[in-house]
C-alpha cells in the first residue's frame, strides 16, 4: 500500500485522489459533524431569473441538517452540559438545523467566496449591508435590490443556531436536546427573567425554561420603577402562573405598569445544551468549504467550490461570533480553520451567554435593561490579559490549538456600544490602559452612531429625535477591505476608535452599588446644549458573582445588584458641536447638520431620564446666526458653517474624497452621498 501511494503521488490526478481518500477515511472515522443533508426546495433560478452582472443568475437552496458530535472529544467538552445530553448508539449527541443558501447557478462564475451571515435570532440582517430586501426570504428581483454581493459573485448561506428563534417568518432554527440526570429525572437550577414592557397592555409572560414547581413560594417577583431604584417585591397573592411556562398579574387583566422593570427569580427545569449551537455553526461551514457528501452519500450543494470563508454578524450575531472565537469553534474537529475573516458589527466586547445552563441568548444588556445576564464576561480582548480581580489569565484567541487558524478580524462598532457595552475593553486592558492591536485583528468605532440607524424625525421612548446616521456604506467599504486581507494580503486600513495616548478617551465612573456609572460632562467636554438634558449616564462593565459553579458554565445564583467591582471603560471626547471626535466620521458626522449622540434619555411616562438602551439622539443645529443666538445655541448654526447650500455639498465632496482615500468608503456609495446632498434643501 506504501509504494502504491507514493506512486499515485507521481501525478497531480493521483495525488488529488488520494488526499479525497484520507479525508474520506478520516472521516469515516470521526463520524461526527454533518451526519446528513436534507435539501427541502431548491429554486434556480430564484430573483425571477434576474442576472447579475457576469456571474449570471443565482439558485436558492433550502433544507435541513443533521448533524452529531462526540461528546468526549476535546473540541466539543467545553459545551455545557453535554455530558447529560442523550446520546445515540454510537456514543454522540445530534442536534439539527435549518439551513438556507444563495448561490450563482454557474459556480465557475462566482467568485468561489462564502459570505455566511450569522442570523439574528433567526432572522437576515443582510439587507442594508447587501442593499436588498425580501426579509428571510429574499425571493424577487426587487428583493435583490442592489445585489452588492450578488454582483461579485458571493455565495451566501445562513444556519439555525438561536435555541430561542420560533418557528414564524421563515426564521433558521436549531434543534437540540434537553440535558437530563443520569437517572433520566429532570436537571433543575436557578433561572431569571427581566421583564419589561414599554406600553400599558401586556398582561402576561412566557418564561423562557418550564419552572420546576407552581408552587409561588419557590419563586420571587419584584418591581422596580427606575433600573437603580431599591426592588420591590409582588405578594404571592398579586401574581400568579398561569402554567408552568408563563405568568401573570393578579387580579387576572391587570396589565404589567409600563416600563417598570419586573424581575422573576425562580427553580426552571430541564435546560437546553445551548452551548451546541456553537458546533453547528462550527461543523456546518466546514462541510460547505471541506466535504464531498454527507455520510448517506448526498452531495454538499457547495462541493469544491469554496476557496474562502466569511462571516458577517450583527449585533446579536458578532456577539455570538465572539463566543465563537474565544471557545475555539473556529477550528473544526480535524483542526482545520472554519473562517478565514470576520467582520463583526455591534458586538462589542459581549458574548450571548450562549454556553450556560438555562441560557438565553436573546437577551442584551445595555445601560436601562438585562444586567444580569452573563453577558459581558473575562475576557473582552484578543492578548491573554491577567484579570485584576479573578486573576485568571486569559484572552479572546485562547481557544485556538494552532495560531495558523486565526482568522481575520475587523470589529466595528458603533458609540453605543462604548456607552452601552463597555465596547472599549475590546482594546484597552482592565484598567483602562491602550493594547496593541493584535496581528489579525483592526478596531473600528463609528462615530457618534447608535445601535442601528434611528428615524431622526421620531423620539420613540426617549427625549429627543432618535439619530439617523447609518454605518452600511462604511461597513461594506470594510468588507472589501477584508477579502483584500484574507485573499491578497493587502492589509487594512489602521484602527480607528478612542485611544488614551491620543487624549480621545474619556473614561467612566462606576457608581457605588449601582447598575451604572458616569461620565462627567467636563471628562467629555460636552456643552450645555439648549433643552438637552446630560447626566453622563454610561454602563460599566461590573464583575457580578453567579456562585461557586460558575466556571462550569452553572448559575447557582442571580444577586439583586451587580456589586462594586468593575473594570474600567471609556467612550470619545466631543468637540465643540458634543460630536465625537475619534473613530470612522461617515458623511453624516463629518458634515453634521447637528449633534449626533449615542446615548438617550428616556422621556416622561417610561421611565424618564433612565436610558434610552440602543437609542441615541440627534440635536439639529439652528439654520442661522440669529435662530441660535435666539436660543442660546452654543453650536454655529447651518448658515455659519456652510454658508451656502453650494458650501454644503462642496463639505460633502471634501469628506467623501478622503474617506475614499483612506478606503473607507466605496466609489459608488461616495457618489451617492454627494447625490443626497446636491438633492437635499439644506441652505435653500
Not at 85 to 104: Q, R, T, W
Not at 114 to 135: T, V, Y
Not at 526 to 542: C, D, E, F, Q, S
Request: aromatic residues 12%; proline residues 5%.
Amino acid at each position: 500500500m506504501f509504494f502504491l501511494c507514493i506512486n499515485l503521488c507521481s501525478t497531480r490526478c493521483a495525488k488529488r485522489l488520494l488526499i479525497s481518500l484520507l479525508c474520506c477515511f478520516a472521516f469515516i472515522v470521526a463520524r461526527a459533524g454533518v451526519i446528513r443533508i436534507k435539501i427541502t426546495k431548491i429554486e434556480s433560478p430564484t430573483f425571477d431569473g434576474r442576472t447579475f452582472g457576469t456571474v449570471g443568475a443565482y439558485e436558492k437552496i433550502i433544507g435541513k441538517v443533521y448533524c452529531e458530535v462526540n461528546p468526549l472529544s476535546p473540541k466539543n467538552s467545553c459545551i455545557t452540559d453535554i455530558e447529560y445530553a442523550p446520546k445515540n448508539k454510537d456514543g454522540m449527541v445530534e442536534y439539527s438545523m435549518d439551513f438556507y443558501i444563495l448561490k450563482p447557478v454557474d459556480e465557475c462564475k462566482g467568485n468561489h467566496k462564502l459570505f455566511f451571515e450569522i442570523n439574528n435570532r433567526g432572522g437576515k440582517a443582510f439587507g442594508g449591508f447587501n442593499e436588498s430586501g425580501g426579509g428571510n426570504n429574499p425571493t424577487t428581483s426587487k428583493d435583490a435590490g442592489n445585489a452588492f454581493l450578488m454582483k461579485q459573485g458571493y455565495t451566501i448561506a445562513w444556519c439555525g443556531w438561536d435555541i430561542s428563534a420560533g418557528h414564524i417568518n421563515n426564521n433558521l432554527t436549531i434543534q437540540v436536546p434537553v440535558a437530563k440526570n443520569k437517572d433520566g429525572s429532570s436537571i433543575t437550577g436557578q433561572s431569571y427573567e427581566y421583564i419589561c414592557f414599554d406600553n400599558p397592555n401586556a398582561q402576561t409572560y412566557d418564561l423562557h425554561y418550564a419552572a420546576e414547581t407552581l408552587d409561588k413560594t419557590k419563586a420571587t417577583l419584584t418591581v422596580k420603577k427606575h433600573l437603580n431604584d431599591a426592588a420591590t417585591d409582588v405578594p404571592s397573592d398579586q401574581w400568579e402562573y398561569i402554567n408552568d411556562k408563563k405568568i401573570a398579574l393578579l387580579p387576572k387583566g391587570t396589565p404589567f405598569k409600563q416600563s417598570f422593570i419586573y424581575e422573576f427569580r425562580y427553580t426552571a427545569k430541564d435546560p437546553l445544551v445551548a452551548g451546541l449551537s456553537l458546533a453547528a455553526t462550527r461543523d456546518f461551514v466546514s462541510f460547505l468549504r471541506y466535504a464531498k457528501a454527507d455520510n448517506f452519500g448526498n452531495p454538499n450543494p457547495l462541493a469544491g467550490d469554496i476557496q474562502y470563508t466569511f462571516s458577517y454578524g450583527v449585533s446579536q450575531s458578532a456577539r455570538y461570533i465572539n463566543d465563537f472565537q474565544t471557545l475555539g469553534f473556529n477550528e473544526d474537529e480535524q483542526g482545520r480553520r472554519v473562517f478565514d475573516g470576520i467582520e463583526n458589527w455591534l458586538g462589542g466586547g459581549d458574548g450571548v451567554g450562549i454556553n450556560y445552563r438555562f441560557a438565553q441568548p436573546g437577551r442584551t444588556e445595555r445601560n436601562r435593561q438585562e444586567h444580569l445576564f452573563p453577558e459581558g464576561i473575562f475576557p473582552f480582548a484578543f492578548p491573554k490579559l491577567k484579570d485584576i480581580y479573578s486573576k485568571k489569565i486569559a484572552g479572546r484567541l485562547d481557544g485556538y490549538a494552532s495560531a495558523k487558524n486565526y482568522p481575520k478580524d475587523i470589529e466595528v462598532n458603533s458609540a453605543n456600544e462604548y456607552w452601552s457595552k463597555a465596547a472599549s475593553l475590546l482594546h484597552s486592558d482592565l484598567n483602562g490602559n491602550d493594547l496593541p492591536d493584535p496581528p489579525n485583528v483592526r478596531f473600528f468605532l463609528i462615530s457618534g452612531m447608535q445601535h442601528g440607524t434611528g428615524n431622526g424625525k421620531s423620539k420613540g421612548v426617549c427625549q429627543q429625535f432618535q439619530n439617523p446616521t447609518r454605518a452600511e456604506p462604511v461597513l461594506r467599504a470594510l468588507f472589501m477591505d477584508l477579502d483584500s486581507w484574507v485573499t491578497k494580503n493587502i492589509a487594512p486600513p489602521n484602527s480607528m476608535v478612542p485611544r488614551v495616548a491620543d487624549g480621545t478617551a474619556a473614561f467612566a465612573k462606576a457608581d457605588k452599588n449601582s447598575f451604572t456609572g458616569k461620565v462627567p460632562a467636563k471628562e467629555l467636554g460636552w456643552k450645555n446644549i439648549p433643552g438637552v438634558t446630560y447626566t453622563g449616564l454610561i454602563t460599566v462593565r461590573h464583575v457580578i458573582d453567579y456562585g461557586a459553579q460558575f466556571g462550569k458554565g452553572i448559575i447557582s445564583k442571580y444577586p439583586e445588584r451587580p456589586g462594586n467591582k468593575a473594570y474600567k471603560n471609556f467612550v470619545s471626547k466631543v468637540d465643540t458641536d458634543d460630536n465625537e471626535i475619534a473613530g470612522i466620521h461617515t458623511p453624516q458626522t463629518a458634515v453634521p447638520l447637528g449633534t449626533y449622540t449615542s446615548w438617550a434619555l428616556r422621556r416622561k411616562g417610561f421611565a424618564e431620564n433612565d436610558g434610552g438602551e440602543a437609542s441615541g439622539q440627534f440635536i439639529p443645529f439652528a439654520k442661522t446666526k440669529a435662530e441660535r443666538l435666539q436660543t442660546h445655541d452654543p453650536r454655529l448654526s447651518l448658515e455659519e458653517r456652510y454658508g451656502t447650500h453650494e458650501g454644503y455639498v462642496n463639505a460633502v465632496k471634501k469628506a467623501v474624497s478622503l474617506l475614499e482615500t483612506q478606503r473607507l468608503l466605496l466609489k459608488e456609495d461616495g457618489e451617492r452621498y454627494v447625490e443626497d446632498a446636491e438633492k437635499s434643501s439644506i441652505l435653500k
